[in-house]
């Protein structure tokens, strides 16, 4: 099959989307598949022997710390001189929207799928009004497809509320050989504990951003002095955050990649994840992965991969206390050790070629439903 995947956002960006397919193009590319990535100009030109088309950026206000791929005909031009039996368009919002455009223009098979919630985000930025726009605008850029799909079941069924029609979930996988156990670091974590041997480390990784509500960790060093934090990522709420948790047992790391990135997972006493804005939340079961006990923010997506007290630990958003008693779970050696454990039994369960067959059945059905809406379009115009 010839794959045109077009994308808001590939690696070198680090973030769930670029981790996601730039794992699923390796798996396609293995499994025979003809691929081509089309992302915003990154500054490669192909991933693992796969070509990378590189579109024209610019950068937003709020997101300064990201390029955004301009729309742009060129994608049509792409697409007709590679003559893909499927579109792929990821998370179409900007760039991604001619992908849309230009697959209905040229009668390709296009599938679609959501993963960037950017309604919450709007709570976030102050700026809830907005939010029947945002959602008319996501309908007209969704609603073209052959079939959409989404990464969370809760996901799935929001979509559908809002008249995007959504035909299923895509499972993630997790890199089990760079995210494991093994790469605990003594060193590292005496470091990040500043040598104090009755400290304990939580550990967070993620993009730095408002919508993941980072803040509300501050509270912790009001209520206990046993605990350091390190928070692995970079983004646009950076200085603030660094500001904000100035005097307090906090290490910012930056953006790490490959053994370092495998070694900041790994290297903790539990994870701390406090967004509710995810749509998964791949570091969770990264974290899990690695060998740490996580604790989450409850919502949706985030109760489809965590059982409380089973797989992991759930606290209510924005609320100290909930947090607090939580945490008090670190204080439970015996407790700590069965969730890693069952976490660890879970995770191990993913992988990404499994995951990426899975989107290829979700190819197979654009396709059937490709055909199937060519039949009624010629059935209307001949009884037109």
Partial sequence: MRIAIVTETFVPATDGICTRFAKMVVELKKLGHEVIVISPDLGIDEYEGIPVFRMDTLTFPLYGSRPWGVPSRKIKYILKAFKPDIVHAVNPFFMGTSAVRYAKQLNLPLITSYHTHMPNYLDHYKMPLLKPLLWEYIRFWYQPSDINITVSQTLLEELNQQNIETVGVLPSGIDLDNRHPKYFDQALYDQLTFNQTDKKLLVYVGRLAAEKDLDQLRVIFDHRDDICLVIVGDGPERENLEALFEGTPTTFLGFLHGEELSKAFATGDAFIFPSISETYGLVISEAMASGLPVFAAKNGPTLEQITDKETGFIFESRNTESLM????????????????????????????????????????????AYQRNQSIALQETINF
């Fill in 325 to 368: 008693t939580a945490l008090k779970q670190l204080d439970n050696p015996l407790l700590l050790e069965k969730v890693r454990i069952a976490a660890l039994k879970q995770a191990e369960s993913h992988s990404w070629n499994n995951a990426t067959r899975s989107l290829l059945d979700y190819y197979d059905l654009t396709l059937e």
